[in-house]
């Protein structure tokens, strides 16, 4: 079975400050990992995906993921926060781009000015 | 740019009325799915299709149906609604990664 745990239900960051959301997966074989963000009354957009290759993601929004099989993990960082990036984020995974997903249960991110 | 289309972004329904979910997306994919998304519970996968005509339960099937009579639409009905399908539903396609849809509130009072 697949299933995602994002451990930080919230987390509040300064703007201009460092933002890492970490993700949990557990997964039978070599996964497909992503992660999505939904900003408010929106669907979600992919942020960035892996599969294989260089364990660290580049995404878009200045977001990068970085995936470390011996620590079952595909955690997301931001150097610099913007208020725009407050968001809920999800982590994903499956067997493929295209097969069913599962997703953890988010993260929100407030921005304090 | 593909588009997922959700026909209605709120809806408000009373228990026991049949209801359907409209999502068509215009890019001739094969794969279309339906999640709920709850707080704290984050997207849950209700069914999905790789064909037309083709469906698979996901996770929570229970007191859902779909139909997908053309590639591009895919339906979620609800045959009777009850107070605890209150949920935000989304709609995705692929392949290539998900693309998905902006959702639809659906109430259920």
């Known amino acids: 079975a697949q299933s995602v745990t994002q451990p930080d239900i919230h987390i509040t960051v300064s703007e201009g400050a460092s933002l890492e959301l970490r993700c949990n997966y557990s997964y039978g074989a070599t996964p497909y990992l992503f992660w999505y963000v939904q900003s408010p009354g929106q669907g979600l957009q992919l942020l960035l995906k892996y599969f294989s290759g260089d364990t660290l993601v580049q995404g878009i929004k200045g977001f990068e993921a970085e995936f470390k099989r011996s620590q079952s993990s595909f955690n997301l960082r931001k150097p610099s926060v913007h208020w725009s990036d407050a968001a809920e984020y999800f982590c994903a995974v499956g067997p493929s781009n295209d097969y069913k997903l599962s997703f953890g249960a988010g993260t929100t991110v407030t921005v304090r000015a | 740019d593909v588009k997922v289309t959700q026909s209605s972004r709120y809806l408000v329904k009373r228990t026991g009325e049949k209801v359907f979910l409209e999502c068509v997306q215009d890019?001739?994919?094969?794969?279309m799915f339906w999640y709920r998304q709850d707080p704290g519970l984050g997207l849950r996968l209700i069914y999905f299709?790789?064909?037309?005509?083709?469906?698979e339960k996901g996770d929570i099937p229970e007191g859902y149906s779909v139909s997908r009579e053309k590639k591009e639409r895919f339906s979620l009905i609800l045959e009777s609604a009850s107070t605890n399908q209150t949920s935000m539903y989304l709609c995705a396609s692929s392949p290539r990664g998900y693309t998905f849809g902006s959702g639809t509130r659906l109430t259920v009072v």
């Open positions: 299709s790789y064909d037309v005509k083709m469906k």
């Open positions: 890019m001739d994919h094969e794969n």
